[in-house]
């Protein structure tokens, strides 16, 4: 590997500036794409990042280039410490952002204002109590519409991201574009991804192509408008003709948009991944406990990051369980 100056590009020229940190492992939802129905092994609490060592992290990442870090969970505010280690990152000139299914978001708004945190993505797969209840195996759903208007209401920039599934939510594609009329917020359909324990089956894929089937049908192809992509796309967005809203497609099972990736993961416990669908990892937090060069462990991951998801460059790849089954389980990920 040349020398890459401490700047993150890999071997296909892709340069990584957008860290996603997972806090934690833990989440009050069991959202049924995300974490396996009777949960995971949780890694012992000496194995998680400190506070502290996240701070650090922080501070090489955006000595390496890093301009926006996105804070994941499991469910980030279930952090006992959550304040304190937002406030230090804060602190760094970068984006920071925030993925929550909402449920404890009123309590943390104030808070995430005085910081000047602008951004939220909100989890939210359905529009109707009950399947709520059946899709998360928790309640909840009152509460989480509560939060989500507060949220609006309180001027956060909102990002709706709905994982589709057909048998589960697949005809509510209408209903969520129908919030994007009035209000000024984006919903982002994720095509259901393979992971560990999650029971992935293509049959319940709802694709790019069925998305926009679906909203021609019920709003008219002429009513459709595709918008710019953005430099580091991962949603194709559009918008209904006179709607206040967007919505975005991330497709990342049929039409991946791998080549303008600029995305690094750090798990909760301190391994970097270079890409969601890796199941290859580099422990960080270890060598930097033991005094080592983080700094070039990164840079090597970053460099051998493959060209399209870990290597899975077709569905037949990807829907082999003996390849995507190697992989963590998304709760053990982060959003």
């Not at 990442?61 to 804060?90: H, N, Q, S, Y």
């Not at 529009?127 to 507060?150: H, I, P, S, V, Y």
């Not at 990164?298 to 390849?323: F, N, Q, T």
């Amino acid at each position: 590997m040349t020398e890459q100056t401490k700047v993150m590009i890999d071997k296909f020229g892709r340069t990584h500036d957008y860290l996603r940190i997972s806090l934690i492992e833990k989440c009050n939802l069991r959202c049924t794409y995300c974490m396996p129905e009777h949960g995971i092994p949780l890694s012992p609490a000496k194995e998680l990042m400190t506070a502290e060592e996240i701070g650090k992290f922080a501070e090489i990442f955006v000595g390496m280039g890093v301009k926006k870090i996105r804070l994941t969970g499991g469910e980030p505010f279930l952090r006992k410490d959550f304040e304190a280690i937002a406030t230090a990152l804060a602190a760094f000139p970068v984006e920071l952002s925030i993925t929550t299914n909402g449920i404890l978001l009123d309590r943390n708004l104030p808070f995430l204002k005085s910081l000047g945190i602008k951004h939220l993505n909100f989890s939210l797969d359905t529009l109707q109590e009950d399947r709520f209840a059946a899709m998360t195996r928790r309640t909840g759903f009152q509460k989480t519409m509560e939060n989500l208007n507060l949220a609006i209401q309180e001027g956060f920039n909102l990002k709706i991201n709905c994982v589709l599934m057909k048998g589960d939510n697949a005809d509510e594609v209408a209903d969520f574009i129908r919030l994007t009329k009035n209000l000024p917020i984006s919903v982002r359909f994720i095509e259901f991804m393979p992971f560990d324990g999650n029971k992935w089956n293509k049959s319940k894929l709802v694709s790019e192509a069925e998305i926009l089937a679906a909203v021609e049908k019920e709003f008219g192809k002429e009513s459709l408008i595709s918008l710019p992509d953005e430099k580091n796309l991962t949603a194709r967005k559009f918008k209904i003709a006179g709607h206040q809203g967007e919505f975005g497609i991330i497709s990342s099972v049929t039409n991946p948009f791998c080549g303008t990736c600029n995305r690094i993961r750090l798990t909760a416990n301190g391994r970097i991944k270079n890409c969601l669908f890796s199941n290859r990892e580099t422990d960080l937090l270890k060598v930097m406990r033991e005094g080592g060069n983080v700094e070039e462990l990164i840079l090597e991951s970053i460099y051998h990051k493959k060209a399209v998801r870990a290597g899975m460059d077709d569905l037949e790849k990807l829907s082999d369980p003996d390849l995507h089954s190697q992989n963590r389980s998304m709760i053990a990920i982060g959003g």
